[in-house]
């Protein structure tokens, strides 16, 4: 669920339709509230917490059309300060402005391959065996530059005899 949850828009989206669902609940809740409510826009009202509560849920599915989901958002979270009883009391339209901008402003993280952190159970033997190897490859290449050519060099001159003269090239 968590890497679910990182490869999308998740808070937007809750917060989408947590606005969506308060923006309906309060035209369930007529007969409790003392409020004067104008029956006209009760339809709109309907209209615009379902778009918004649909649009929160496309932003998890479609992760990609996020601008316009949260453009659609943030409109309709405008216009239900005038339809849906300033916004659901104000509450409504603030979780919808907040999730839409949350949803445009949204962008993927983009994380390297090779980073321990972001591999699954199924790469992290590949990944372990390619950090011994090029490890070990490492060493072996700067053991290999000094310890073996070195030794190769000196085995392959003849001992330096003491007693003779050192030669002299012609000049």
């Known amino acids: 669920m968590k890497s679910w949850r990182r490869s999308r828009p998740f808070w937007s989206g809750l917060l989408i339709v947590l606005a969506g669902a308060e923006l309906l609940s309060v035209p369930f809740t007529l007969d409790a509230l003392s ?24 932003v998890w599915l479609q992760p990609g059309q996020r601008v316009f989901l949260g453009l659609v958002a943030v409109l309709l979270s405008m216009a239900s300060f005038v339809y849906s009883n300033l916004g659901g009391f104000l509450i409504g339209m603030s979780l919808g402005l907040l999730g ?34 090029s490890e070990t490859l490492g060493r072996v290449g700067h053991w290999s530059r000094r310890g073996p050519a070195s030794s190769r060099i000196s085995a392959s001159r003849e001992p330096a005899d003491p007693t003779a003269e050192p030669q002299r090239s012609p000049q």
């Open 35 to 58: 409020v004067a409510i104008l029956f006209g826009t009760v339809g709109a009202t309907y209209l615009i917490a379902l778009v918004m509560m649909i649009a929160g849920v496309l």
């Open 100 to 133: 839409g901008t949350l949803a445009v402003a949204w962008t993927p993280v983009s994380r390297p391959a090779s980073r321990l952190d972001s591999l699954s159970l199924r790469d992290l033997p590949g990944a372990a065996r390619q950090l011994v190897s």
